[in-house]
C-alpha cells in the first residue's frame, strides 16, 4: 500500500509527485496513457504568464504570480529551458487603451512587478513587425516561456530518483474507501491501494471525483485551443510574447516565441462534448490568421510546419479547485486547472501539499532536488562531442537532420528511467521529428531503432498510445 497515489501525470500531477517526494513517503503517479503528459500539458501556449490577468484575491492570481517565481529554481534544479521572452499587450485605440490600464491595476493588485507602458512607436521600435494599428502597449517583463512536457518528464524522474513510482497505463475505472485507505481499479483488472489519494487527472479530474463522490462541487466543461507552428527558421521574429486584450474566452491569439526557435500562433478557446478531441478544422485555422491581423500583418505563413490541438479543463468553479474530499478524508481534487495552471504548477503543488494537506513529517536528509538529463549530442561543444563520440560511437550516425538527432540521443532517450517506446515519445524527449519535414525524413528510422533497442517486431512499435502501430503488415518478404 502507498502513502500517496497521484492520479494524472501532467506538469500538475508531475510536480505534485516531486513535492511529495521530498518527505519520507511512498508515492505513485499514475496515467491511463502510455506516456507523462500526453494530453495537456503537452498542447498550450507554453507561456509562464506574469500574473496579469486573473481576478484578484482568487487562487490563480495567487499562484499564477507565486508560481512563475518558482520557474528561475525550477531551471537550475531541473535543468528545464526558460526563454525570457517579457510580453506585450496591445491596444488600437482610446476604448482599449482604457482596457489597458484597468489591466494594469489588475497586475499591480496582483504583485506582478516592473509593468509599464509604451506607445505603439516605441513598442515597434524594439518589435518591428507590430501591427502599425498598435497605440499602445502594457509591457510585462516577468513573462516567460518553457518547454512544458520537459518539465513534466524531468519532474517525474528527480521525484522517481527520489524514490516515487511511476506507472503507465494505469486506466482507473473505479475507486472505493475500504476502512482506512482507498481501493483503486484498473481498466487491466488489477488494483492499487493507498492511504491518500491526489485527483490531477485533468479535463477527467471530474470523472474521477464522481467514482467516489456523488457531487463533486465542479465540472469540467473542456475548452479546444488550436495553434499553428512556424518553423524554428522563423526565431528572432518576434521576441516578446504578444497578447491582445484578453476577454471573458480567454487570453485571446497570441505570437509566442518557442525555447527551440518556433513561434507559436494561436489558439482558439472554444467549448467542446468530447473531452479527447484534439483535432484540428480548417475554421480553427482561419479564425486564428484572422485574428493575428490585429498584432501583425508580417507573419510569414508559409514558414507553418504544422498544426495542433489541445483541451483545456475549465471548470464551473471558475477558480482552481483544490481542496479536500468534503466526503472522503485522505482524497484530495486538483482540479479546473486551465490557464494559467502551467505557470501556477510548481505552487499549485507546494499549496496543495503545505496548506491543504499540511503534511506532517520532517524532510528526507537526503532529499536531492537537482535532476541531470544526458544532453542531446548537438547542444555539447566539440571538445565534449570527442569525448562522447569514443565513448558512443552511434552519435556518429545523424537520424534526424532536422533537429540534428543522433541514434544516440534516441537509444538515451529509449531508456532513461523515465524514457518511452513509441515514435511520439522520442519525439517528445530527443526532437526527432519535430523539425521542418516533420519526420517524413527520419521517422522509419526511429521505428527501427525503437524494434531493435525493445526487442519487438517493426510492426509492434506503436506510434504513441497502446496498439496504434504505424506498420500494418509486411509487403515484401524478399
Known sequence: MKDYIVIGSGIIGALITRTLSKYQVSVLVIDKENDISSHQTIANSAIIHSGHDPKPGSLKARLCVEGNAMYDTLEHELAIPLLRTGAYVVAHNNFEEQMLQELHQRAKQNGVLGTYFLSGD???????????????????????????????????????????????????????????????????????????????????????????????????????????????????????????????????????????????????????????????????????????????????????????????????????????????????????????????????????????????????????????PIPLFHTLCDVQKQIEIQKHPKHGHLVCKCEKVTEQDIINAIHSPTGNDTIKGIKKRARAGAGLCQGGYCESEVLKIIARETKVKPNEVNYYAKNTPILVKETKTK
Not at 474507501?177 to 491526489?198: A, N, P, Q, R, Y
Open 122 to 372: 516605441e513598442a515597434r521600435k524594439v518589435e518591428p513587425r507590430l501591427s502599425e494599428t498598435i497605440t499602445k502597449v502594457l509591457s510585462l517583463p516577468s513573462t516567460k516561456v518553457t518547454f512544458p512536457w520537459e518539465v513534466s518528464i524531468h519532474a517525474i524522474s528527480n521525484a522517481i530518483k527520489n524514490g516515487a513510482e511511476f506507472k503507465r497505463n494505469a486506466h482507473v475505472i473505479s475507486i472505493k474507501k475500504v476502512e482506512d485507505h482507498f481501493v483503486l481499479h484498473l481498466k487491466d483488472g488489477t488494483t492499487l491501494e493507498s492511504k491518500h489519494v491526489i485527483n490531477a487527472a485533468g479535463v477527467m479530474s471530474d470523472l474521477i471525483a464522481r467514482m467516489i463522490e456523488e457531487n463533486p462541487e465542479f465540472e469540467i466543461k473542456p475548452r479546444k485551443g488550436e495553434y499553428f507552428v512556424l518553423d524554428r527558421k522563423a526565431v528572432g521574429l518576434f521576441n516578446h510574447v504578444i497578447y491582445p486584450l484578453p476577454t471573458k474566452a480567454g487570453k485571446g491569439v497570441l505570437i509566442v516565441p518557442q525555447t527551440h526557435g518556433n513561434i507559436l500562433l494561436g489558439p482558439t478557446s472554444y467549448e467542446i462534448s468530447d473531452r479527447e478531441d484534439e483535432s484540428t478544422s480548417r475554421e480553427g485555422m482561419k479564425y486564428i490568421k484572422e485574428h493575428l491581423k490585429a498584432l501583425s500583418n508580417q507573419i510569414p505563413f508559409d514558414m507553418i510546419i504544422r498544426n495542433f490541438a489541445g483541451v483545456r479543463a475549465t471548470s464551473t468553479y471558475e477558480d482552481f479547485y483544490i481542496q479536500e474530499s468534503k466526503t472522503y478524508k485522505g482524497f484530495y481534487h486538483v482540479a479546473g486547472i486551465d490557464s494559467p495552471g502551467l505557470t501556477a504548477a510548481p505552487a499549485i503543488a507546494k499549496y496543495l501539499v503545505e496548506e491543504v494537506i499540511r503534511i506532517d513529517l520532517p524532510m528526507k536528509p537526503d532529499f536531492d532536488p537537482i535532476h541531470q
